[in-house]
């Protein structure tokens, strides 16, 4: 909105020819996102207690400490992240960009149905909301429609391909296929990040970090110089898609000041599953769907966990974790909260690091 109103004005007003940098209209969407943050913030948590009055339902079967140190605490804290990073992507964002809405779409939209999730665990007083069938079949409905959108935009020979990181050529054509490829990472990526998400800022920093990461690899994809350079493959437009990621992270600086331990409020699906959704659709956009898989490793080790503890329990009746996701496993080891938090932010941050390296080494 601001792009389009001071920006025409730039002949007139040479300070307005600012606005035609995506470095200086991302970190306006970093700045204005915490800020909404930090201002709705606490009325956003006075309202959800008062409306919650317990708070999220504890798991029984969980971490026997969670009963003590977690209950009464109020769930739906993604929607302050929702809110921020929303009116921020809309203030600052080119909005006739033809990847902005789609990227925005899917965020919205799992964000929305994160939230009748948690209002129904809220209103029922129970960690069972909507069935597990019925909420793949949302998300993969939306991410259906969303990979058809970004589909028809992406230039050729990118519109059915998949890249592969490591080599700077090769691309693999696959064709409808693309599609369902798609809406495997935009579902899996919401569900992975919602499944990592089980300790006081456990989630919010790593899909952070994969943001930070994202953020530049949109900007060099986006840029003809960048991405001969480095031999990416060329995505017109897709810059404009630091300016949404930049606007995520200050969104989640804002909600983690709020989240840090002892948690005032916890995102609950309304953040997960949008965050990661989020993150998912802006990898199907810049090509780099596999990179994500590395950036976003941690996600994908919480949920392979879970994945092998249900699959060893049906298969043998035996448990390989004391309790899945892995975080939980560790705790049930001994290790304390804070603990597993910070080398599990430390993990992220090395899966990042390795994730960048893909840029460079083709």
């Known amino acids: 909105m601001l792009y389009h109103i001071l920006f025409p004005l730039a002949d007139q007003f040479a300070v307005l020819n600012v606005f035609r940098y995506l470095t200086f209209r991302t970190g306006g969407a970093i700045m204005t996102a915490l800020i909404i943050s930090f ?66 779409g899917v965020t919205i939209a799992y ?61 693999i054509n696959l064709g409808w296929g693309f599609v369902i490829f798609a809406v495997v990472v935009m579902v899996g990526a919401s569900n992975a990040v919602n499944l990592t998400d089980g300790l006081d800022g456990l989630a919010i920093v790593p899909v952070m970090i994969a943001a930070g990461v994202f953020a530049l690899i949109a900007y ?25 990621l930049g606007a995520l992270v200050g969104g989640g600086l804002g909600f983690l000041w709020f989240n840090a331990p002892p948690a005032k409020v916890f995102m609950g699906d309304t953040g997960s599953l949008s965050l990661g959704g989020a993150l998912g659709a802006v990898s199907v956009v810049t090509k780099h769907e596999l990179v994500l898989a590395i950036v976003g490793g941690l996600f994908v080790l919480e949920t392979v966990s879970v994945i092998v503890q249900v699959a060893s329990f049906k298969l043998t009746g035996k448990r390989i974790f004391a309790m899945a996701p892995l975080h939980h496993h560790f705790e049930k080891k001994g290790w304390a909260e804070s603990t597993i938090v910070i080398r599990f932010w430390i993990i992220a941050s090395i899966l990042a690091l390795v994730g960048l390296s893909t840029l460079k080494l083709r």
Not at 116 to 137: A, M
Request: aromatic residues 8%; hydrophobic residues 50%.
């Open 220 to 244: 060099l994809v986006g840029n003809a110089v960048f991405s001969n350079y480095l031999q990416l493959h060329y995505v017109p437009g897709a810059g404009e898609l630091a300016v949404f």
């Open 39 to 104: 201002l709705f913030g606490p009325v956003l948590i006075n309202i959800l207690k008062t409306r919650q009055n317990v708070g999220q339902p504890i798991r029984e079967d969980g971490p026997e400490g969670h009963l003590l140190t977690k209950k009464g605490t109020p769930t739906m804290g993604g929607f302050l992240i929702l809110l921020a990073l929303t009116l921020a992507t809309l203030l600052w964002a080119d909005l006739n960009n033809a990847y902005i809405w789609p990227v925005l």
């Open 111 to 171: 964000g929305t149905i994160g939230f009748l999730d948690d209002y129904l665990k809220v209103t029922r007083q129970t960690s069972n909301g909507l069935s597990g069938r019925l909420k793949l079949l949302l998300q993969a409905a939306i991410a259906v429609v969303a990979a058809f959108v970004i589909m028809h935009q992406l230039p050729m020979p990118l519109t059915t391909t998949l890249a592969v990181p490591f080599l700077k050529s090769t691309l």
